[in-house]
């Protein structure tokens, strides 16, 4: 037996390439003769489309006593057409290597369609079906009733969702329709029939009204011919979209406790209402809420969370409610949970680190490093079609100008430490803060009294 003789070859190292500038994609825009607006991005390589249809029928047209009607309308628009039953509708996007999804927000309906690009006729075609022709039958709106009031309890359950329930409430009016659920109450959700969703439908759905977001590989289709025999075919009346009512909140600081007997730990929301993206504070807001707690490595995680112990993360961030023309509103709040014991602790820790970042300001370093996070991922995090799509529809639907994120992360990586520390100073100030607490009556309200951060209520969890 004679031993193998082994020969290696050793290749040179690979040297990275040049790197090149990155972007937010920009859109081209057009119209069709339908009144569709189209929003349409060529992206190489992208051979799963996205498409994301807004339609202008907002939470805020519901009629009243039928909050959560949008939400049984968006889910209905593809559970049967005046072709295809629910079953055979579904049976097609399948063939077809679709998905369909719609959902209903404050600011409207947005229907999301993926599919790879060689079937996209077929896929557009089913997509302009549902929205042209829906069904709407008796059985199936009874059913979809039926699937969220079996919903509603869950999300009672659940302390997250029930102090985001509670925000709400404490923040806008009650005549407002934000201060609601906004997929409704059982109360209103067991009084959608099939004529209310067909009345809603008829009322804010039309093509004159709507925007399509194409994004993926189109250099071998002819988007113009499908779209012509697609979303194009769907016709309707001309009426312009509602006006965006101005957005009020009272940010009166102060405590409410959702009452949970027993419950081994505190859900936490603490939020107020500010500036939204047409705001020139926008960016510098973004950077500072980054900084406050945005990452494990943000100033409240080192506190609460790796100082102290008291939670597993909590998080601060801005989200967008509802823009005009004109501008809107954004919600600015802080989030997590800590244990019941210490939610007296945790949330005068917290408050120390805002008086603290109101004193001294954040540091060249956290500024930097929020930079590097939010620029520098943008490519990853736009890698998808689907990402792009839901971005771009997110501008349509906030009106903003269409390329308003390439423009964004110049600003972000523009901003200075001084304009991020008075963005989120005035965003976060420790005495315009309505905190909700999910947790242990019995045990948390006297050491939340002893804070002195507002006054404090207790209601039933």
Known sequence: MTDAVVT?????????????????????????????????????GQQVVAVEIFLAAPLDAEPEGLDGVATIMARALTEGTDKHSAEEFAAELERCGATIDAHADHPGVRVSLEVPVSRLPKALSLLAEALRAPAFADSEIERLVRNRLDEIPHEHANPARRAAKQLSKELFPASARMSRPRQGTEETVAAIDAAAVRA?????????????????DLSGTDL????????????????????VPPITADDTGRVVIVDRPGAVQTQLLIGRIGADRHDRVWAAQVLGTYCLGGTLTSRLDRV?????GYTYGVRSFGQVLRSGPD?????????????????GPALDDLWKVLRKLAAEGLTDAERESAVQNLVGVAPLKYETAAAVAATLADQV??????????????????????????????AFPADRL?????GDAAQIEEPVRALGIGEVTVVTG
């Not at 039309?206 to 993926?216: D, F, K, L, N």
């Not at 501008?327 to 939610?343: E, K």
């Not at 972000?412 to 520390?421: D, I, K, Q, R, Y």
């Open 8 to 44: 290696m070859e050793f290749h040179p190292q690979p040297t990275a390439g040049t790197p090149t500038p990155w972007a937010f994609p920009a859109p081209g825009r057009g119209t069709l003769d339908n009144g569709l607006t189209v929003l349409r991005c060529d992206r190489p």
């Open 200 to 216: 809603f439908y008829e009322a804010y759905v039309r093509p004159a009204t709507a925007v399509a977001v194409i994004v993926g």
């Open 224 to 243: 113009d011919a499908i779209l012509a025999d697609t979303l194009g075919a769907w016709t309707g009346n001309t009426a312009k979209a509602r006006p």
């Open 304 to 308: 609460l969370r790796e100082e102290k």
């Open 327 to 343: 501008g809107g509103a954004a919600m600015l709040a802080i989030s997590g949970s800590v244990d019941t014991p210490n939610t």
């Open 397 to 426: 639907e906030q009106f903003l100008p269409d390329d308003y994120q390439a423009q964004l992360y110049a600003q972000l990586a523009a901003t200075g430490t001084v304009e991020a520390t008075a963005a989120v100073v005035n």
């Open 434 to 438: 309505v905190t909700v607490l999910v």
